[in-house]
């Protein structure tokens, strides 16, 4: 099913950024691409921030961060509270995150995997749907526990 898909990334995330904006796009989804524009040194925080608002004030929609690795969109993303940021480099944990962790941020590195196998991740993330049950409890406890930081 088409969702609404916030991306954004930082310089050294850029062309996967656009890959994964065309990719989505072209897939059917309503594609929101938060920036940057251009390959300027910027920094990821900023743009993790921006991604997760939108997520958290769009209901059923999923954000898409790129920076180099990936990880410090991560742990950017997981500080704010209703955001579960799931980097993943293969479809198995894309796949696990969803049905698990109800994640609604998907991280991605760009110096570590390729554009295809990206896409290939993002189409999973996006179909495959939370199990709840058992997972549900997990999942509040994860929004119970105090740490995250407010926007
Ligand atoms: C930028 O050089 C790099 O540090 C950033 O993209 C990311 O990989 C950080 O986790």
Do not use: W
């Amino acid at each position: 099913m088409p969702k609404t898909v916030f991306l954004g990334s930082d310089h050294a995330g850029l062309n996967l950024k656009a890959a994964l904006v065309a990719h989505l796009a072209a897939a059917g989804h309503k594609v929101v691409d938060l920036g940057p524009t251009e390959a300027t040194s910027v920094d990821y925080p900023d743009f993790a921030r921006l991604v997760c608002r939108n997520v958290l004030d769009t209901p059923e929609s999923a954000g898409i961060l790129v920076c180099g690795t990936g990880i410090g969109m991560s742990i950017a993303a997981n500080r704010i509270g209703g955001i579960r940021a799931a980097l993943c480099v293969n479809e198995y944990l894309a796949r696990m995150t969803r049905l698990h962790n109800d994640a609604n941020v998907l991280c991605l590195g760009e110096r570590v995997i390729g554009a295809g196998l990206a896409a290939s991740i993002a189409d999973v993330f996006l179909e495959t749907g939370f199990e709840g049950g058992r997972h549900q409890r997990r999942v509040d406890l994860i929004e119970s526990c105090g740490l995250a930081a407010p926007l």
